[in-house]
């Protein structure tokens, strides 16, 4: 069975920075892509960063230059880098891995991210 698991969240004061792991396991997952999603209450889920199965890399307008994300295929693991967080970037975030056309997404079960100012 496919499991993602996060883990990095926590609890920072505004500045200050995370890093997020996506551990995959139960498949293969080097042809697809992989990304962040994050959600915060009152909101609808929204894309953070995505990375390729050929690398390439896209980022929402609100966290860009200061968010990293990657992979490695070796671990089967992705992760976002966040830097100069902000309050407004408290939200559960979520790992997710885009299939093909017509197969439904993985999702993982979602870490806390919590900035205070």
């Known amino acids: 069975q496919v499991q993602l698991v996060e883990s990095g969240g926590g609890l920072v004061q505004s500045g200050g920075s995370l890093r997020l792991s996506c551990a995959a396991s139960g498949g293969t997952f080097s042809i697809y892509a992989m990304g962040w999603y994050r959600q915060a209450p009152g909101k609808q889920r929204e894309l953070v960063a995505v990375v390729s199965s050929g690398g390439i890399t896209n980022y929402a307008d609100s966290v860009k230059g200061r968010f990293t994300i990657s992979r490695d295929n070796t671990k089967n693991t992705v992760y976002l880098r966040m830097n100069s967080l902000k309050p407004e970037d408290t939200a559960v975030y979520y790992c997710?891995?885009?299939?093909?056309?017509?197969?439904?997404?993985?999702w993982g079960q979602g870490t806390q991210v919590t900035v205070s100012s």
């Open positions: 997710n891995v885009r299939r093909s056309i017509g197969l439904a997404d993985y």
